[in-house]
Nanobody, 121 residues
């Protein structure tokens, strides 16, 4: 199993910044892509940003130039630096990891519990 623990959410004003972190632990022996998703009230969960084990990134158009995803493979941690936040960024942000574990050797998606980000004046 893989446990993903997110931190860093909160309430900020428009234009401010937040940094989310997601640390993976458990009996995994490989983590491939790590991603951040978000889900706003009444909306479907959407992919915000993803990063491969080699560092290749991609972003949803609405956050390009404002958000940066990065990862520390030694710490098995993924980060999301969010700058110039807007009210429409308000959502629960979820961490996702594509991983293989000793008990589930095929590639499987694992999810964190989510962290609330609220952007409001």
């Amino acid at each position: 199993q893989v446990q993903l623990v997110e931190s860093g959410g909160g309430l900020v004003q428009p234009g401010e910044s937040l940094r989310l972190s997601c640390a993976a632990s458990g009996s995994f022996f490989a983590i491939y892509a790590m991603s951040w998703y978000r889900q706003a009230p009444g909306k479907q969960r959407e992919l915000v940003a993803a990063i491969t084990a080699g560092g290749t990134t991609n972003y949803v158009n609405s956050v390009k130039g404002r958000f940066t995803i990065s990862r520390d493979n030694v710490k098995s941690t993924v980060y999301l630096q969010m700058n110039s936040l807007k009210p429409e960024d308000t959502a629960v942000y979820y961490c996702n990891a594509d991983a293989r574990t000793t008990t589930v050797p095929m590639r499987t998606d694992y999810w964190g519990q989510g962290t609330q980000v609220t952007v409001s004046s």
